[in-house]
C-alpha cells in the first residue's frame, strides 16, 4: 500500500464529496495502490449516506459521538497500512498530480518525516499557514498582538508564518498544517500518533514538533497546489475558534517548554484569549447592531428637533418639555418602534417601504396606548404621530442613501442580482443554470465559456489502483447524466474561450465564475484561480463532477457556502426563522416554570431541564431537521418531525428526510407546537 489517506468529517457532507471526488483523481494520476478511510464525527447532514453512495470503495468509520479530531484521526492511523500517511481536512480540493508530486518527493528525501503543500482560498490566494514556524513563547507574543501581521516578511516578527520564505520555493519548515499532512509510516511509528489532549488545533503543531525533535525534517512543497475553503471546517470568526486554538498553544508550551516558560506563556496566551474574545464578540455585535443604531440615532436626532419646533411653534403653554422627554420617553419610543419594525421584516432582503411603514405604523399605535395608562408619562400624541412620521423617513432615506451609494440607482426593493458566468461545456452549462434555478439563487446568467482544447475533460481514464471496488456514481445519478447529455445551451450563450476568460470578466462586470469539474481539472481550475487578474468582486465556485451542489468560499476567514437548500422553504425565511425562535423562547420559559409539575411525566427528567436551558440559550429548538441537511447556523433539534409519525414499523432514513423536507416546506409554529404535545414526554431526549 502507497498511500492512505484519512479525512474526518463533521457536517461538511457536500464539501467532503468535492474532496473524495478530487481524491478519486489524484489516485488515478499515482496509479499505486492507494486506501481512503473517511471517520464521521456524528454528523447529522447525511455525510454518511453520501459516503456510502457515492464512494462505496471508502472506510467509513461511524463515531456515534463526536471525540474530536485528533482522536478520530487516531482511530484510521492505527489501521492504515499505507508507506505515507496523508491527514486530508473535507474541505480542500487537491490537483490531479498531488498525490504523485508527493509520494516522489518523500522518495527521493529519507530523511523527510512530513510534507506540507501549497494552499489557496476559495478565491485562488495564499494561505500563510501554508508553512509555520514553531510557536515559541516569543513567536506567539508577536502573533498575538499583531506584530506578525504587521511586518509578516520579517525575520524576527514574522516567524509564525514564515513570511521571509518564498513561498514558491522548497523549504525545511517547523510546523505542517493539518489540512495537509502527508507523513511517513514509519515516522509516525517512531513518534506516536496525534496526542488526545487536543481535541481541536494544536495537534499539528505538537506532531510537527515531535518529527523533528525524532531526527525527522519537516518541508514545504510548492510543487502541487490544494484548494482549502478554510473557513468551513474551522469557522475562524467564531468566538468559540478563540478560545479552542488560544488554549491549545496553552497545551504545546506546559508539554514541550520549560516550566518557567510554560507559566509565563500561560498567563501571556490566557491574556490574548480574553482579549481576542472579547473583541471577537464585540465585533460581532457591532457588526449586526450597526444599522439598528444607526437608525435609533437618526429617529432620536429627529425627534430632538421636532421637540423644539413643536415647543415653540404649537404647544399650547409655550414651555419646554422635561428632561425625562428626551432621557427616557423617547429612547422607549425608539425601542418599541424598532423592534416592531424588526418583527415586521423592515431589516430583512430586500428592503421593502412596505414593511418598514407597517412596522412603524403598529409602533405608534402601542406606544399612543400604553402613553394612556401613564399620565406622568403622557406628553403629547403629536409628537407620537409626528415621530412615527419621521421614523418611516428616517429608515426609508437611510436605506435608499446606502443602496444608491452601492448600485447607483433607487430601486429599493430591487434585490440586484448577480453576474454569473460559466465555465464549462455546453450541457454542464445548462445542468448549472437548471441548479440555480431549483436554488431559487438571485443571479443573471451571462452566458458561457468553452474550456479549451486542452482543458477538456479526457475520456475514461484507466481504472485507478484501490484497495477496494472500483469508483462508480449510482444508477441513478448516472441515468440522470444520461438524460442531461441531450441537453444543449443556446447557441448564442458562448462569451469566449477560456483564454479570453479576464476580458470577459472586464466586459461584462461578472460577479461569480463557476467552473464545472467534469469539463475542467482540479489543476487547471486553480491555475486559472490563481493567473486571473485579483478581482475583489468576483467569487469562484465549482460544481463538482456529477455532484447537485456548487461549491465556493470567499475568504479564508468566511464560511464556505453552497447552492444546495431550497430557500424557498417556508421554515428558512426570515419572518419564520423569528416566529420559530420567539416560540422555542416562550415554550422553554414556561416549561422551566412549571417543571415541578411536568418533570415527573419526562422519560428523562435531567434532560428536560437541560434541554430547557439549550433552547432558551439557542442551541438547540424543540422542533427541526435532523436528518435532512441543515444551514450551519440553525440549531441543533431536540424533536423530528419523524418522531410524531405513529408508525407500526421503524421509518427509513429516505422516509425521514422527505417528512422532514414537508415540515419545511408547509413550516407554521402552530406545527412545533402539535408535535411538541404529541411527544411531550421526550421532550427531555438529548
Known sequence: MKLSVVIVNYN????????????????????????????????????????????????????????????????????????????????????????????????????????????????????????????????????????????????????????????????????????????????????????????????????????TQGGWKNYYFPGTRIIHYKGESTKRTSVNYVFVFYRAMVIFARKHFMPGQAGLFSVLINAAIWLRAGMAVAERLLTRAAPVLLDAGLIYG????????????????????????????????????????????????????????????????????????????????????????????????RRL???????????????????????????????????????????????????????????AAPAPVLAGPAWAASGAQQAVLDAETTLAAPADDQLGEVRQLAEIIRIYALDELIFCGKDLSASQIIGLMVSLPQHPAVAYKILPQDSQYIIGSSSKDAPGDYYALDITLNLFRPQQVRNKRVLDLLTALLLLLASPLVLGLQERKGGFVRNCLRVLGGSRTWVGLRHAATPTHMARAILSPADATPVATPLTEATRRRLELLYAKDYEPGTDLSIMLRRFRWLGVE
Not at 480540493?93 to 510534507?115: I, K, S, W, Y
Not at 447607483?408 to 440555480?436: F, M, T, Y
Not at 436554488?439 to 479526457?458: F, K, L, N
Request: proline fraction near 5%.
Open 12 to 211: 461538511v457532507c457536500y464539501f467532503l464529496e468535492q474532496a473524495l471526488l478530487s481524491v478519486r483523481r489524484a489516485v488515478e494520476k499515482l496509479g499505486q495502490p492507494v486506501e481512503v478511510f473517511v471517520v464521521d464525527n456524528n454528523s447529522v447532514d447525511g455525510s454518511v449516506a453520501m459516503v456510502r453512495t457515492r464512494f462505496p470503495e471508502v472506510i467509513l468509520i461511524e463515531n456515534h459521538d463526536n471525540p474530536g479530531f485528533s482522536k478520530a484521526n487516531n482511530q484510521a492511523l492505527r489501521i492504515a497500512r499505507g508507506e505515507y500517511v496523508l491527514l486530508l481536512n473535507p474541505d480542500t480540493v487537491v490537483e490531479e498530480d498531488t498525490f504523485r508530486a508527493c509520494c516522489a518527493f518523500m522518495d527521493q528525501h529519507p530523511n523527510a518525516g512530513g510534507l506540507g503543500v501549497k494552499m489557496l482560498d476559495g478565491q485562488g490566494k495564499f494561505l500563510p499557514e501554508s508553512k509555520r514556524g514553531l510557536p515559541t513563547p516569543w513567536v506567539a507574543f508577536y502573533k498575538i498582538f499583531g506584530l506578525a501581521k504587521l511586518f509578516p516578511k520579517s525575520r524576527r516578527f514574522g516567524r509564525y508564518h514564515l513570511g521571509f520564505l518564498d513561498k514558491d520555493q522548497t523549504h525545511e519548515v517547523e510546523v505542517l498544517s493539518g489540512a495537509f499532512m502527508l507523513m511517513r509510516q514509519a515516522t509516525l511509528q517512531q513518534v506516536g500518533l496525534l496526542d488526545e489532549d487536543y481535541f481541536m488545533y494544536g495537534e499539528d503543531i505538537d506532531l510537527s514538533y515531535r518529527i
Open 302 to 397: 429627529g425627534m430632538f428637533f421636532l421637540k423644539h419646533y413643536w415647543e415653540q411653534n404649537h404647544k399650547y403653554v409655550p414651555t419646554a418639555y422635561p428632561p425625562q422627554f428626551m432621557l427616557v420617553a423617547v429612547p422607549a419610543y425608539i425601542l418599541v418602534w424598532l423592534t416592531s419594525a424588526y418583527f415586521s421584516g423592515a431589516y430583512d432582503e430586500p428592503t421593502k417601504t412596505s414593511r418598514i411603514v407597517r412596522g412603524i405604523f403598529l409602533g405608534t399605535v402601542l406606544i399612543s396606548a400604553i402613553s394612556n395608562f401613564f399620565d406622568a408619562w403622557r406628553f403629547s400624541k403629536a409628537l407620537i404621530v409626528l415621530g412615527g412620521v419621521w421614523a418611516v423617513a428616517a429608515l426609508v432615506g
Open 401 to 459: 442613501a446606502t443602496h444608491f451609494l452601492r448600485y447607483h440607482d433607487l430601486r429599493l426593493s430591487e434585490r440586484r442580482q448577480k453576474n454569473v458566468a460559466i465555465v464549462g461545456s455546453a450541457v454542464e452549462s445548462l445542468r448549472v443554470r437548471q441548479l440555480l434555478e431549483h436554488a431559487a439563487v438571485q443571479a443573471r446568467i451571462i452566458g458561457y465559456i468553452t474550456p479549451e482544447v486542452t482543458a477538456v475533460a479526457t475520456p
